[in-house]
């Protein structure tokens, strides 16, 4: 969870702050994108019985061609981005190395939101191929 991420403890009041975060990204996406965008739509991958893993992006859409997922992850001090990012590029990776295969012609594009209060857009992440990420200041 990202809260433990950012070094603080989990409480209802962190929880609440981190999702009105989150909501208001959400909120700013759908307008530049236009199209209403889905959240807790869980993914998986394997046999519907014994699925291998399940994948709940934090909002998702489909326009004609691409579907696209959204995975945010706010950045409390600017310390914590390289590891924050790291941990969840790893992690985004292999669910697009899965899931890209029975996207079937559409293209598959998972955005990394990184948000914060401090301007980090200057630093450099290393992302595989799939994996975008967004800067977001608060």
């Known amino acids: 969870m990202i809260i433990k991420e ?3 403890p989990i409480t209802n009041q962190n929880f609440i702050s981190f999702r009105n975060i989150e909501v208001k990204i ?20 394997g046999q519907p019985d014994k699925p291998e893993f399940s994948y709940t992006p934090d909002a998702s859409l489909m326009t ?15 310390e914590f981005a390289k590891n924050i990012a790291k941990n969840t590029v790893k992690y985004l990776s292999e669910i697009y190395k899965k899931l890209s295969p029975s996207i ?13 209060g401090y301007d980090i ?3 450099v992440f290393d992302v595989p191929v799939g994996i975008e990420i967004e800067f977001f200041k608060l």
């Open 6 to 8: 950012n070094n603080e």
């Open 26 to 45: 959400l909120s700013a996406l759908q307008k530049i994108y236009g199209v209403e965008m889905k959240t807790l739509i869980h993914y998986m991958y």
């Open 104 to 116: 079937g012609d559409k293209k598959f594009v998972i955005q990394l939101i990184l948000a914060s």
């Open 64 to 78: 004609k061609d691409t579907l696209y997922f959204f995975e945010i992850k706010y950045i409390l001090k600017p």
């Open 121 to 123: 857009s200057n630093m």
